[in-house]
């Protein structure tokens, strides 16, 4: 099959979606033909083949940073990304698009379908649909609102990766797309832990980490401020990633004197997360909302247990008292009672652990990638079997 994928964020650029998209097309590119349409960046190639897939990058001319989109870059997405892969498909067939975001991806993917008459797939993630910490949420905004709604109903096939996501899909949008429910996977890859001793941490030292961009709706300060139940204890957090706040994450840790207690790790390889992960006791998370939760699931291959709030995709996998603690949407005073108890309880953090070895083993890219394929497969036989219908279905 021959698949293209458009997301305005790919490897390195972006967060979760961006990092579930390469393991995707990498995944299918074993046996399949993928190009993945997506953001140029900072010394990034405009044309490469990036293990098996083929990544072509648009220029955007006004994005600075690898971590952390911005307006005017993303709107600079759906006009070169359109004008890019038009020209691409002049000279390239597909058998389905894969289109990845409502927005701003969903534009360039719509047009792309409509414009090549191949059936297009669209995966809401969901901050692309629903991010409370942000004014600038699709949600919020009566024009933006109404452009999702058309850009859902227009596709072939919907995919959502939560019931949490599929519930805003249908509270906020379109309830009558049913949606077809397919979780986010990660790589299967053998690791040993990461030594102590070489992060400057002793081995009778509790560890507690957190992966993810240093963005407002990880709500990292308040991760922070929980770690003064900690002060002058063996216990440390570590976070790990790097984004627009980092600089605002260092002041809150000297406001606060917890420079012995927190270490920002900064961003790292694949490897070395996963080889932290090993190495820590605890993963823990204030984030006020994920679609899905990829870095979750991280933790759970790591043989961690998972501290987090009741909201978001979490709840599809990860469940109270049996692979860590969830704790209601921002009771700090809980939460940090939560991580005492595991801290005190070795045995406890080792069941848990366990529990989510055994979890995680359902949440790998290949039992993903084959729901995907399958979806694909769907959408082009239906636009095979009945192109009028298919027309019609794409002109809504």
């Given at each position: 099959m021959r698949i293209l994928f458009c997301n305005y964020e790919y490897p390195p650029l972006g967060g979760g979606g961006a990092i579930v998209n390469r393991y995707l097309a990498k995944e299918l590119a074993k046996e399949h033909e993928v190009t993945v349409l997506t953001s140029g960046g900072p010394d990034l190639p405009d044309d490469a083949v990036e293990d098996g897939v083929r990544v072509i990058r648009v220029p955007v001319f006004f994005r600075r940073q690898r971590f952390a989109a911005n307006l005017p870059s993303l709107f600079a997405y759906m006009v070169m990304g359109t004008i890019a892969g038009k020209k691409h498909l002049k000279s390239h067939q597909y058998d389905v698009i894969s289109t990845i975001f409502v927005l701003p991806t969903g534009p360039v993917g719509n047009a792309l379908a409509r414009f090549s008459g191949t059936p297009n797939v669209l995966t809401v993630i969901a901050g692309d649909i629903y991010d409370p910490s942000k004014?600038?949420?699709?949600?919020?905004?009566?024009?933006?609102?109404?452009?999702?709604?058309?850009?859902?109903?227009?596709?072939?096939?919907?995919?959502?990766?939560?019931?949490?996501?599929?519930?805003?899909?249908?509270?906020?949008?379109?309830?009558?797309i049913e949606g077809i429910q397919i979780p986010l996977g990660i790589e299967r890859h053998p690791s040993t832990a990461a030594s102590r001793e070489a992060y400057g941490f002793a081995e009778d030292e509790t560890l507690l980490v957190t992966v993810g961009r240093l963005v407002s709706r990880k709500a990292l300060p308040k991760l922070i401020e929980?770690?003064?139940?900690?002060?002058?204890?063996?216990?440390?957090?570590?976070?790990?990633?790097?984004?627009?706040?980092?600089?605002?994450?260092?002041?809150?840790?000297?406001?606060?004197?917890?420079?012995?207690?927190?270490?920002?790790?900064?961003?790292?390889?694949?490897?070395?997360?996963?080889?932290?992960?090993?190495?820590?006791?605890?993963?823990?998370?204030?984030?006020?909302?994920?679609?899905?939760?990829?870095v979750f699931v991280e933790g759970m291959a790591a043989g961690l247990p998972v501290v987090c709030y009741d909201q978001g995709g979490q709840t599809d996998y990860l469940e109270d008292q049996k692979t860590g603690y969830l704790v209601p949407l921002n009771d700090l005073d809980l939460f940090k009672e939560r991580c005492r108890d595991l801290v005190k309880d070795k045995d406890k953090r080792y069941r848990m652990g366990?529990?989510?070895?055994?979890?995680?083993?359902?949440?790998?890219?290949?039992?993903?990638?084959?729901?995907?394929?399958?979806?694909?497969?769907?959408?082009?036989n239906n636009a095979q079997s009945s192109p009028v219908a298919g027309t019609a279905e794409m002109a809504r």
């Amino acid at each position: 099959m021959r698949i293209l994928f458009c997301n305005y964020e790919y490897p390195p650029l972006g967060g979760g979606g961006a990092i579930v998209n390469r393991y995707l097309a990498k995944e299918l590119a074993k046996e399949h033909e993928v190009t993945v349409l997506t953001s140029g960046g900072p010394d990034l190639p405009d044309d490469a083949v990036e293990d098996g897939v083929r990544v072509i990058r648009v220029p955007v001319f006004f994005r600075r940073q690898r971590f952390a989109a911005n307006l005017p870059s993303l709107f600079a997405y759906m006009v070169m990304g359109t004008i890019a892969g038009k020209k691409h498909l002049k000279s390239h067939q597909y058998d389905v698009i894969s289109t990845i975001f409502v927005l701003p991806t969903g534009p360039v993917g719509n047009a792309l379908a409509r414009f090549s008459g191949t059936p297009n797939v669209l995966t809401v993630i969901a901050g692309d649909i629903y991010d409370p910490s942000k004014f600038t949420s699709t949600h919020r905004h009566p024009i933006l609102k109404a452009w999702a709604k058309k850009l859902i109903r227009r596709a072939d096939k919907v995919i959502v990766n939560s019931k949490n996501v599929l519930g805003y899909m249908h509270r906020l949008y379109t309830p009558e797309i049913e949606g077809i429910q397919i979780p986010l996977g990660i790589e299967r890859h053998p690791s040993t832990a990461a030594s102590r001793e070489a992060y400057g941490f002793a081995e009778d030292e509790t560890l507690l980490v957190t992966v993810g961009r240093l963005v407002s709706r990880k709500a990292l300060p308040k991760l922070i401020e929980s770690m003064e139940a900690f002060r002058g204890e063996k216990v440390r957090l570590l976070i790990v990633g790097t984004g627009p706040q980092e600089q605002q994450l260092k002041e809150e840790i000297a406001a606060r004197d917890l420079g012995a207690q927190v270490t920002l790790v900064g961003y790292v390889e694949d490897e070395e997360k996963r080889s932290i992960l090993k190495m820590c006791d605890i993963y823990t998370s204030t984030s006020q909302h994920e679609g899905f939760g990829l870095v979750f699931v991280e933790g759970m291959a790591a043989g961690l247990p998972v501290v987090c709030y009741d909201q978001g995709g979490q709840t599809d996998y990860l469940e109270d008292q049996k692979t860590g603690y969830l704790v209601p949407l921002n009771d700090l005073d809980l939460f940090k009672e939560r991580c005492r108890d595991l801290v005190k309880d070795k045995d406890k953090r080792y069941r848990m652990g366990q529990e989510n070895l055994q979890r995680a083993e359902q949440l790998y890219i290949d039992s993903c990638a084959q729901r995907y394929l399958n979806v694909f497969e769907s959408a082009v036989n239906n636009a095979q079997s009945s192109p009028v219908a298919g027309t019609a279905e794409m002109a809504r």
